[in-house]
């Protein structure tokens, strides 16, 4: 499989996981967005995501988007795009050197970033509807909302697309991750690495293991900082509880419309470092020779 094919099984084993809770997963919908509109997200991306091999970042990210847009229409998976476009430019990269994908395989994509990749990534967002903060008291030249509109003062400010995560890392999950090595992800794919049963039940795992672990950025954004930790510490709360109960915190959220997008972008993220790294959906490691052993 190329660094392509992994992101989009990547985004299909990320919506297949339940329970999710607040999110979109194979047993629930949410009002106006379905499953099924996951899935053609996922396959509308895939010309994106083959560009990311080998081209610009920020260009990929915007096909992704675009095609995702296109297939599913509306904003599926625009945050796991963002983080996925880079991790499979740095896995292909990987690859070329017969190495394996590390944190500073990403950081090195992403600290090079262009002038001409945050445009791109601006021009996505006049393909989705994306929930946003607003952006810090000096910059509002620079807010995403403005999208094509905002490229000009991109470029007299000589901002790269890795800038502009830069004004976002406090306040965002995403943006944090483009600028620490993305570290909650590698550590989400350890855990998933190291668990058995179905990647797809594994997904929905990482999903509560992430959720305890800070403030879902969409959740901030939509309901405010206190329904967030709410969410958080119920989610700690259910760590090791049966699945019965996790999936009755699953349908709160969804009939309270609270939504973790961003944990679940990090989840997809996660599942995509774990599957180049070796797991199958076979249930074992795969080797390169397409082979699987046991674990």
């Not at 994306?130 to 509002?140: G, I, K, L, S």
């Not at 989840?267 to 774990?274: D, E, I, K, N, W």
Request: proline share 5%; glycine share 8%; with cysteine.
């Amino acid at each position: 499989m190329t660094p392509a094919d992994r992101a989009q099984l990547a985004l299909l084993l990320e919506v297949a996981g339940t329970p999710k809770p607040g999110n979109v997963d194979r047993e629930r919908d949410l009002a106006g967005l379905r499953f099924e509109q996951f899935l053609a997200g996922a396959v509308g991306a895939r010309e994106g995501l083959e560009l990311a091999e080998s081209g610009p970042v920020g260009e990929a990210f915007e096909a992704a988007v675009s095609g995702m847009a296109d297939a599913s229409g509306t904003n599926t998976q625009f945050g796991c795009l963002l983080l996925l476009t880079p991790l499979v430019r740095a896995a292909a990269r990987a690859r070329a050197s017969a190495g394996d994908l590390t944190p500073d395989d990403v950081s090195a994509v992403v600290e090079n970033t262009t002038v001409s990749d945050a445009a791109s990534f601006y021009c996505a967002f006049e393909h989705a509807d994306v929930a946003v903060q607003e952006p810090p008291a000096d910059a509002e030249a620079l807010d995403v909302r403005r999208g094509a509109d905002a490229i000009p003062d991109l470029r007299e400010q000589g901002v790269s697309l890795y800038d502009v995560m830069e004004l976002s890392a406090e306040r965002d999950a995403n943006a944090h991750e483009w600028t620490t090595g993305f570290p909650r992800v590698f550590r989400a794919a350890e855990r998933i690495e190291a668990a058995d049963g179905p990647l797809a039940d594994r997904a929905a795992s990482a999903f509560l293991g992430l959720l305890t672990e800070a403030p879902d950025t969409l959740v901030v954004t939509q309901h405010g900082e206190s329904v967030a930790r709410d969410v958080m510490a119920r989610a700690y709360d259910l760590r090791n509880a049966p699945r019965e109960e996790v999936s009755a915190f699953a349908d709160d959220l969804a009939e309270r419309g609270v939504n973790p997008g961003t944990t679940a972008d990090l989840t997809a993220a996660a599942l995509y470092v774990a599957l180049e790294r070796g797991i199958a959906v076979e249930g074992g490691i795969s080797t390169d020779s397409g082979v699987t052993v046991d674990e």
